[in-house]
């Protein structure tokens, strides 16, 4: 992660531990913990839980910061520290938005957290898919199967694909967040199993026969 992806994604970490330590003289003493599918409050909690909430972003920033210390294929990150920057700034903007769901429901605003999670998640995916094809193999980050980290050309591949197939996926995110139906999310979160996996069969495809090309070759 690059200095200034840091210092924003630090600052918003801050932000969000701050907001929520100062909320907490004003709300109720149980506030929303927990939404189920349908977006309805399905577990409350100690307003004092919102600190550990608040300490989140601050955990998963330290954690982004030393992935690529202990990755064995350090020098990757490298030649790919500008989408790992960026995915790092996304992604604690996320958690952060996340923690603070709950202040924000007990304060009495109207949330529709299933379309908020739907539509925050499709950004992740479409961020991702733009940045896909610049990420260099390595053992944390990326799409990390035993074919795509044994092959650098599988790698490539798999990762141009997965670059567009997210992209699409984003999508399938955004349309079926506006469906008259409470399955929404679900129906979302198939298509991106299914994807996922579609990924994982590719690599291995992909793999086979560049390892079968290379025995006919030899022979």
């Not at 004092?48 to 210390?69: A, D, T």
């Amino acid at each position: 992660m690059n200095k200034t992806a840091f210092r924003i994604s630090l600052m918003m970490s801050m932000a969000t531990l701050i907001t929520l330590i100062l909320s907490i003289p004003f709300l109720p003493d149980q506030v929303p913990m927990h939404y189920g599918i349908d977006g309805e409050v399905d577990d409350m909690g100690s307003k004092y839980e919102l600190f550990i909430l608040g300490v989140l972003p601050f955990v998963l920033l330290l954690l982004l910061q030393w992935i690529p210390r202990l990755d064995p294929r350090k020098t990757s990150y490298q030649q790919h520290t500008g989408p790992y920057s960026i995915f790092s700034v996304v992604i604690i903007g996320f958690i952060s938005f996340i923690a603070l769901i709950p202040a924000l429901s007990a304060w009495g605003f109207e949330i529709k957290v299933p379309l908020l999670v739907q539509m925050a998640t499709a950004v992740i995916l479409f961020v991702s898919g733009n940045y896909m094809g610049k990420i260099q193999p390595n053992y944390t980050f990326g799409i990390r199967t035993p074919w795509t980290l044994e092959s650098e050309e599988t790698w490539r591949r798999t990762h141009r694909l997965g670059g567009y197939l997210f992209v699409a996926i984003s999508f399938v995110f955004v349309i079926t967040a506006f469906l008259p139906t409470t399955y929404d999310l679900l129906i979302s979160i198939g298509v991106l199993l299914c994807g996922t996996l579609y990924l994982v069969i590719y690599s291995y495809i992909d793999y086979r026969s560049r390892e079968n090309g290379v025995a006919e070759e030899k022979e």
